[in-house]
């Protein structure tokens, strides 16, 4: 099968397009003809060394795709010859054909296509399984999303709007911050010019949020105990702004806060197959019916998997950005 391989760790140019054995579906797993896999953030991490897959998974970077199924491990059952699924993989997605524990797949919501269907396994798992499994987030609570015009923020926003819960977020740039309000979010902030805090409170009487999804890691800490409401939940997600801060405890106890620090790829796979069974009974159905949709900036065939690297990183994208094969 065609596959990315990585000559080594570094930038977007170690990426290349190679053959490689067809995987074998073990006992459990099914094997998916992939149509399309979704780029994450973690995928550029992977390249650059400093996030190897979990072990006894694939060597090649891809945490989720969608397509058809082509064969069946011992013991499955539920799923058939032709079916078309997405799937959370734990790493292999950027190939033309990846064995996935049947647990993880997921079959398609009715009004997305095969392609566009690769845009939400990871989105949909890491929001569910976060702000509403997790961090408990109720209708009438306040939600804070970090970088809103991203994979994740773009349908955080959509499905915290369409639960019932006031959604603030922020984005780099005013096409950004414009879309990230079309999709739902009540306020939009620059973090690049305004202080997140202070907008926070304004825009909550004093109350603060009561769930807080950052990307950004240590640089956010501190603020976001600032920011967050008496009771509130910070879910850490991403370390984009390092990975050491100090924790003013203080401020944690008054506040009867929580910081939680989560992970999907790490996780065992019956948890991730319980966050996909939940996934498809509560997310599906707001995607089928058009209330929460896959936000995708563009396609790109496999062989131009070092451009789509690059873009991600430039961060010119909004939403998903998705290799076709
Ligand atoms: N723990 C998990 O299980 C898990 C799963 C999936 C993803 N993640 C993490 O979630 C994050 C988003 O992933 P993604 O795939 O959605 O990536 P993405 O599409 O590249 O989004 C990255 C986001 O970061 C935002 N950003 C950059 N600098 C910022 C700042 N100073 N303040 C606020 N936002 C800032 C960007 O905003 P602008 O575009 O507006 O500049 C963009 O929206 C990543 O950190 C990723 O590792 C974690």
Same mark, same amino acid.
Request: proline residues 6%; hydrophobic residues 45%.
């Given at each position: 099968?065609?596959a990315v391989i990585?000559?080594?760790?570094? !930038?977007?140019e170690?990426?290349?397009v $190679?053959? @490689? *054995?067809?995987p ?8 998916l003809? /992939?149509?399309?896999a ?19 998974a694939s060597d090649?970077?891809?945490?989720e795709?969608?397509g058809?199924?082509?064969?069946l491990?011992e013991?499955v059952?539920g799923?058939?010859?032709g079916d078309?699924?997405?799937a959370?993989l ?5 190939a ?9 797949l997921?079959?398609?919501p009715a !009004?997305?296509?095969?392609v566009t269907a $690769?845009? @939400? *396994?990871?989105v949909a798992?890491?929001v ?5 499994? /997790?961090?408990?987030l109720e ?6 999303v970090?970088g809103g ?16 819960a006031?959604v ?6 005013p096409e950004?911050?414009a ?6 979010a ?14 926070v409170?304004e825009?909550?009487?004093g109350?603060?949020a009561d769930?807080?999804?950052?990307n950004?890691g $240590?640089?956010?800490?501190?603020r976001?105990?600032?920011?967050l409401?008496t009771e509130?939940?910070l879910?850490i ?10 924790l003013?405890?203080?401020k944690l106890?008054?506040k009867?806060?929580?910081?939680i620090?989560?992970t999907l ?10 966050i ?9 159905p707001?995607?089928a019916e058009g209330l929460v ?6 396609t790109?065939?496999?062989?131009e998997v070092?451009?789509?690297?690059a873009?991600m990183?430039s961060?010119?994208h909004?939403g998903k ?5």
């Amino acid at each position: 099968m065609r596959a990315v391989i990585a000559d080594g760790a570094g !930038g977007p140019e170690v990426l290349s397009v $190679a053959e @490689l *054995p067809d995987p074998e579906p073990g006992p459990g797993e099914v094997l998916l003809q /992939v149509a399309a896999a979704g780029l994450n953030r973690a995928d550029l991490l992977q390249r650059q060394g400093f996030y190897p897959p979990p072990p006894g998974a694939s060597d090649i970077i891809g945490m989720e795709c969608s397509g058809t199924v082509a064969a069946l491990g011992e013991g499955v059952t539920g799923w058939s010859v032709g079916d078309e699924a997405c799937a959370l993989l734990s790493a292999g997605g950027y190939a033309e054909r990846v064995a996935v524990p049947a647990g993880q797949l997921m079959p398609v919501p009715a !009004g997305v296509d095969l392609v566009t269907a $690769a845009a @939400l *396994p990871e989105v949909a798992a890491t929001v569910w399984s976060n702000v509403f499994m /997790v961090a408990g987030l109720e209708p009438q609570e306040t939600l804070l999303v970090h970088g809103g015009a991203g994979g994740i923020g773009t349908f955080a926003i959509q499905l915290a709007h369409q639960l019932g819960a006031k959604v603030l977020t922020t984005a780099g740039t005013p096409e950004k911050r414009a879309a990230c309000a079309a999709l739902g979010a009540d306020v939009t902030i620059d973090y690049r010019e305004e202080d997140f805090v202070a907008v926070v409170k304004e825009s909550t009487d004093g109350h603060g949020a009561d769930v807080i999804l950052d990307n950004m890691g $240590a640089k956010y800490l501190d603020r976001n105990l600032d920011a967050l409401a008496t009771e509130g939940r910070l879910v850490i997600i991403g370390m984009q702004g390092g990975t050491k801060a100090e924790l003013d405890i203080n401020k944690l106890l008054r506040k009867r806060g929580a910081v939680i620090a989560t992970t999907l790829r790490a996780r065992p796979t019956a948890e991730k197959s319980a966050i996909c069974a939940s996934v498809v009974e509560h997310v599906w159905p707001l995607v089928a019916e058009g209330l929460v949709r896959p936000v995708v900036h563009g396609t790109m065939p496999l062989a131009e998997v070092a451009a789509a690297h690059a873009l991600m990183e430039s961060g010119a994208h909004s939403g998903k950005i998705l290799l076709t094969l």
